[in-house]
C-alpha cells in the first residue's frame, strides 16, 4: 500500500509529524491531479517504490517536481512561511492552502513554453500560395510512440499549410506505434520495416515513393509549433537557388539533467569548430546558445553552411541529383555531408528563422561506448570525404573574415627561441595582422612542444623545433621565417626570408604581410593537399 505508515516514517526519518500529515492526506492529494505518479517515475529515474511517497517526504527537498501542473517553487516563493517550516509545498496545499485560497500555477516549463509560443507568432510571414505544392514529409522511428504522440498532437493546426503527405518509416518497433499511426486522421503512409534501417537509407527509401515536389526531413522527437511548415515552405519557394531549408530549433524543458539548456536554442544553422581529436573541424549550432530565442539575429532567414536533419526541408529534384543522403554514415553526419553537396553543386542553404519547433533530442540520444565508437566511424568517413574541402574553405573564409564557414578569427602562432633577436620584426608584422583582424599570439618556450587547436597558421622565426612533433591540428600550415635562405624549409609549408639589415618599417609591414598572405592564397587556391 502506497501510504504505509511504516515506509512514511522510514523516509522521513521517523518524523512523526509529517508522516502523520502525509498519511492522512495522501488519497486526497492523489485525487487531486496535482501529482502525476507516471510523470515523477519518468523524469527521475533515481526514484523507485511508491513515488507520491518519495516526493512527499524526500524529493521536494531535491527539487523534483511532483508534474507539469504544479509549480512547487513558485508557490514556496509565494508563502515564504511554508519554506521556512519545510512542509512539503503540495502536501501544504492540500491540507491548508485550497481552504486558505491561496494561488498556485502550472509549472514553468508549461508557462514558458506557451510564452515562446506566443512570441513567435508576430514573426510569422503567414505566407500565402497561390497553389501550395505538395510536400512529403518524411519520417523514421522505432519504439517512438511517446514521441509520436507528442509531434502529431493538432499536427495539422500547426502547419498552418494544407498540401502535405506523411510518410513514416517504421524500423521494426516492438510497441504500438504502427496502431497508433494508422489511427490518426492525417495522409500518412507506413512502412513496416522488419529492420532497424540506417538515417540515410530510410529517408532515401521514402523520397523514392514519395509525391511531393519537396521532401521534409523530419525527426519523430520534435515539437512543431503553430506555422513552422508555412515558414519552411515559404522561404525556400521565395529564395532563388535555394535548395534546402532548416528551421529554429529550441530544447525542451529539462527536470533533471540538461537542465541549463532548457528553452535555449538547439540549432539555427551550422558553422564549423576546430578541433585536434579527431582532426580538424566539427560541425556546431550557428548562434551563441546564451541568445536569447528572439534575439534579432535569430529572427532573420540566413544563409548557412548547413543545417540540421532534424527538420530538413529540400527540393526533391535537387535531392535526386545530388544522390540523396549519403548511405555510409550510420546516424551521423549524414545532415552535413549532403549540404556540403549542395554546396558543391552551388545550390543554397538556409535557416528559416520563424520556423520554431522544440527538439527532444537528450531523450533519444544515449552516449553509450557503442555511441562513441559509431561517431568515430562516422567522422572517419567524413573527413575523408570533406577535410581537404574543408580545411581549404575554412581558412580562406578565415582570411577574407567572411564568416560563413566558421565564426572564428585566422589565429597566427609565432614561435621564437630568440625573441630578443627578431622582436622588432615579430613586434611590426603582429600589428599589422592585428589591423587585418587576425588574432596572433608568441610562444618563445616550446619545451612542451603544444601549439593548440586554434592556431591555423604556425609562423616558426626557428628551425630548431622539429614541426613535425608539435601537437596541433594536423591541417595547420607551417611557415618558417628565415634570414636570407640560410635555413631548411624541408618540412614547412612555406618559406619566406627577410633582411635583418633592412630597418624600414613599411618594408616589414608591407611588404613582408603581402608576401606572406598572397603566398597562402596561392598555395590554397592551388589545390594544397593537407
Not at 27 to 48: M, N, Q
Not at 457 to 467: A, E, Q
Amino acid at each position: 500500500m502506497g501510504k504505509n505508515i511504516v515506509s512514511l516514517l522510514t523516509q522521513s526519518h521517523f518524523d512523526f509529524k509529517t508522516s502523520a500529515l502525509c498519511f492522512k492526506f495522501y488519497d486526497e492529494i492523489k485525487r487531486s491531479g496535482l501529482y502525476d505518479e507516471d510523470f515523477y517515475l519518468k523524469t527521475y529515474d533515481d526514484v523507485s517504490g511508491d513515488g507520491l511517497t518519495h516526493y512527499l517526504v524526500k524529493g521536494f527537498r531535491e527539487g523534483k517536481s511532483p508534474s507539469l501542473d504544479f509549480d512547487d517553487e513558485f508557490y514556496l516563493k509565494a508563502y515564504p512561511d511554508v519554506k521556512q517550516a519545510g512542509i512539503n509545498p503540495l502536501l501544504h496545499y492540500i491540507a491548508y492552502g485550497v481552504n486558505e485560497d491561496k494561488i498556485i500555477q502550472n509549472s514553468y516549463s508549461i508557462r514558458r513554453k506557451d510564452e515562446i509560443c506566443e512570441s513567435n507568432l508576430p514573426f510569422l510571414t503567414n505566407y500565402h500560395f497561390e497553389e501550395e505544392p505538395l510536400v512529403s514529409i518524411i519520417i523514421l522511428n522505432r519504439d517512438g510512440i511517446n514521441h509520436l504522440k507528442r509531434l502529431f498532437k493538432d499536427f495539422d493546426k500547426k502547419t498552418n499549410y494544407s498540401n502535405y503527405e506523411i510518410i513514416v518509416v517504421d524500423n521494426a518497433s516492438s510497441d504500438e506505434s504502427v496502431e497508433y499511426l494508422k489511427s490518426l486522421n492525417l495522409p500518412i503512409t507506413v512502412i513496416e520495416n522488419d529492420i532497424n534501417v540506417s538515417f540515410s537509407k530510410g529517408n532515401n527509401y521514402a523520397a523514392g515513393i514519395a509525391k511531393g515536389d519537396y521532401l521534409l526531413l523530419l525527426n519523430n522527437d520534435i515539437e512543431p509549433t503553430y506555422g513552422w511548415l508555412n515558414e519552411l515552405m515559404g522561404t525556400i519557394v521565395n529564395n532563388e537557388n535555394v535548395a534546402c531549408v532548416g528551421a529554429k530549433l529550441v530544447f525542451p524543458y529539462y527536470f533533471t539533467a540538461n537542465r541549463n539548456k532548457s528553452f535555449q536554442i538547439q540549432h539555427s544553422g551550422d558553422i564549423f569548430a576546430e578541433r585536434m581529436y579527431p582532426c580538424c573541424l566539427y560541425a556546431v549550432n550557428k548562434s551563441n546558445s546564451n541568445l536569447d530565442i528572439f534575439d534579432s539575429a535569430l529572427t532573420q532567414n540566413n544563409y548557412c553552411i548547413a543545417v540540421t536533419g532534424a527538420v530538413m526541408l529540400v527540393d526533391k529534384k535537387v535531392y535526386e541529383d545530388v544522390g540523396g543522403l549519403c548511405e555510409d554514415y550510420n546516424y551521423g553526419l549524414e545532415d552535413v555531408d549532403f549540404c556540403l553537396k549542395l554546396y558543391e553543386n552551388n545550390f543554397d542553404v538556409m535557416f528559416a528563422a520563424n520556423a520554431l519547433l522544440f527538439h527532444h533530442e537528450s531523450s533519444t540520444r544515449v552516449k553509450s561506448k557503442s555511441y562513441f565508437e559509431n561517431d568515430k566511424n562516422n567522422y572517419s568517413i567524413f573527413w575523408d570525404k570533406w577535410g581537404q574541402f574543408l580545411s581549404r574553405n575554412l581558412l580562406l573564409d578565415k582570411i577574407h573574415d567572411k564568416g560563413f564557414f566558421t565564426d572564428k578569427k585566422l589565429k597566427i602562432t609565432i614561435i621564437d627561441d630568440n625573441f630578443t633577436q627578431n622582436q622588432k620584426i615579430i613586434s611590426e608584422i603582429s600589428k599589422k595582422f592585428n589591423e587585418l583582424n587576425y588574432t596572433v599570439e608568441l610562444i618563445t618556450n616550446m619545451k612542451n612542444h603544444y601549439i593548440g587547436n586554434s592556431a591555423d597558421i604556425l609562423l616558426s622565426f626557428t628551425d630548431k623545433y622539429d614541426v613535425n612533433e608539435l601537437i596541433s591540428r594536423s591541417d595547420i600550415i607551417k611557415v618558417l621565417v628565415i634570414d636570407k635562405d640560410t635555413s631548411d624549409s624541408s618540412d614547412f609549408d612555406i618559406s619566406l626570408s627577410f633582411d635583418k639589415s633592412i630597418k624600414s618599417d613599411i618594408y616589414i609591414e608591407n611588404d613582408f604581410v603581402s608576401e606572406f598572405l598572397d603566398k597562402l592564397e596561392k598555395i590554397l587556391t592551388d589545390g594544397y593537399e593537407f
